[in-house]
T-cell receptor, first 116, second 111 residues
Framework: DTGVSQDPRHKITKRGQNVTFRCDPISEHNRLYWYRQTLGQGPEFLTYFQNEAQLEKSRLLSDRFSAERPKGSFSTLEIQRTEQGDSAMYLC??????????????FGPGTRLTVL | SQKIEQNSEALNIQEGKTATLTCNYTNYSPAYLQWYRQDPGRGPVFLLLIRENEKEKRKERLKVTFDTTLKQSLFHITASQPADSATYLCAPSTGGFKTIFGAGTRLFVKA
């Protein structure tokens, strides 16, 4: 499978616990994104990597959230001290900047987080 | 602030008819606009991209228009099929790394 993969697909945790999600992008893609999506809403931007550098982080992202992309390959998103409001689908996407500046993103299947 | 509006109510149509979905944006001028399809429990899938200097783009049964004066894009599915039932997301982009997605419109095609 040459698409974007995410692990785990589902995660149930208790409030206050830490969770970590992994994303493996399409191998030749140099851009990687994390989004959060709740029911009835579109994906909401969280953070963005160009290769291994984290270039942008949403103001909506609290200090409990951290993301890494070591060596510009896979990425991890960690949420510390989870809260019930963190319950959502977490989507990863990757892309390769094409001519004329367009950026078509390829999404993984997402990780569904439920915080009890 | 940048705002994207898509039909919040679901669109129900009969198989074989043309589905038309609307995307309106305000407070920015996108260089291009993308449409994605999302099925329940899955990530969005890219369908079409149209640039600001293009009026119309087609791909098989799909057609997208982009009116920068009206700040609107229309997404058409001709000869719709039950398999087209999904949520369709509009994503206008200024060309930077940050893509803003609309909330999407749910389409139901009845056999």
């Amino acid at each position: 499978d040459t698409g974007v993969s995410q692990d785990p697909r589902h995660k149930i945790t208790k409030r206050g616990q830490n969770v970590t999600f992994r994303c493996d992008p399409i191998s030749e893609h140099n851009r990687l994104y994390w989004y959060r999506q709740t029911l009835g809403q579109g994906p909401e931007f969280l953070t963005y990597f160009q290769n291994e550098a984290q270039l942008e982080k949403s103001r909506l992202l609290s200090d409990r959230f951290s993301a890494e992309r070591p060596k510009g390959s896979f990425s991890t998103l960690e949420i510390q001290r989870t809260e019930q409001g963190d319950s959502a689908m977490y989507l990863c996407a990757s892309s390769f900047l094409r001519e004329l500046g367009t950026d078509t993103q390829y999404f993984g299947p997402g990780t569904r987080l439920t915080v009890l | 602030s940048q705002k994207i509006e898509q039909n919040s109510e679901a669109l129900n149509i009969q198989e074989g008819k043309t589905a038309t979905l609307t995307c309106n944006y305000t407070n920015y001028s996108p260089a291009y606009l993308q449409w994605y399809r999302q099925d329940p429990g899955r990530g969005p899938v890219f369908l079409l991209l149209i640039r600001e200097n293009e009026k119309e783009k087609r791909k098989e049964r799909l057609k997208v228009t982009f009116d920068t004066t009206l700040k609107q894009s229309l997404f058409h599915i001709t000869a719709s099929q039950p398999a087209d039932s999904a949520t369709y997301l509009c994503a206008p982009s200024t060309g930077g790394f940050k893509t803003i997605f609309g909330a999407g419109t749910r389409l139901f095609v009845k056999a």
